[in-house]
């Protein structure tokens, strides 16, 4: 899998800051479309810092149990440290697109937020796929578009100054084609797909709140802003400020995502 993947310790440590108010929007719905229910077993793909996996485990209750896998050892940490001791749950590192789990191991796979980063999201899914149990179901989340995503705008702005990032971005935004995510889940054996999309808008106190983490490095955006030469991160963050139409006061940004699942 890619290097963006692999995400390191900054932007593990600042991942929540910047994202977690977002997935305890979204994840809701996932959970929905997964057909979540008491005492499942749930495989979380691409886990992040396991707050998917802290939502099931209020579903399926004690007698159920999640695996949290994601391939960045960092994320995988900060998964356990919110897991914690939490009966019935763990996290471990595992690449999505070669899972090292048995044939029909899970109830339920889930994949908030991830699966746009996969090389070969095709693969992804069909081990997605492989390890369901017969009738269990798949979700996976996407975002839509760079100017509904909670980050694409920022994204955008370092392919202007870092031209070798463009194809990157554009793999990442490719899913949101709600056509081409259906043909992936049902060319990997899914049946009664179902697409979903959901938006929101979500207001911050200030630019600041909003920009911070990623300024230190948080999420994929993060590391490719820190990675710039630092008069190129802050025209980054002044094309940033003009497209927020930041006053000093709250900013809001409109965010969209896509919900697929499917029954093996």
Request: one cysteine or more; glycine letters at 10%; charged letters at 25%.
């Amino acid at each position: 899998m890619t290097d963006e993947l692999a995400f390191r310790r900054e932007a593990a440590a600042e991942y929540d800051h910047a994202f977690s108010h977002v997935s305890a929007h979204f994840v809701p719905f996932l959970l929905r479309a997964a057909r979540l229910a008491p005492r499942q077993r749930v495989l979380d793909v691409a886990t992040g810092t396991g707050i998917a996996a802290e939502a099931a485990m209020d579903v399926i209750g004690r007698e159920g149990s999640v695996v949290a896998t994601d391939i960045s050892p960092e994320m995988i940490e900060k998964a356990r440290q919110r897991l914690g001791r939490t009966p019935g749950a763990s996290a471990i590192v595992e690449d999505g697109q070669a899972l090292s789990f048995p044939d029909e191991s899970f109830d339920t796979v889930l994949c908030h937020l991830g699966l746009m980063f996969f090389p070969d999201p095709a693969r992804g899914l069909s081990e997605f796929h492989r390890v369901l149990r017969p009738g269990g179901w798949a979700a996976a989340s996407v975002t839509t578009s760079p100017e509904r995503s909670y980050n694409g705008t920022i994204s955008l702005a370092v392919a202007r100054h870092l031209p070798s990032a463009a194809a990157a971005i554009a793999h990442r935004f490719s899913l949101g084609d709600e056509g081409r995510l259906r043909s992936l889940l049902e060319g990997a054996g899914f049946r009664d797909v179902d697409i979903s999309t959901e938006a929101y808008r979500f207001t911050l106190p200030s630019f600041d709140a909003y920009f911070g983490p990623f300024e230190r490095g948080g999420g994929s955006s993060g590391q490719a802003l820190v990675a710039l030469p630092e008069e190129v991160r802050r025209a980054v963050r002044e094309e940033i400020r003009r497209d927020l139409r930041d006053t000093g006061g709250p900013i809001q940004i409109e965010v969209e995502i896509r919900i697929a699942c499917g029954r093996r």
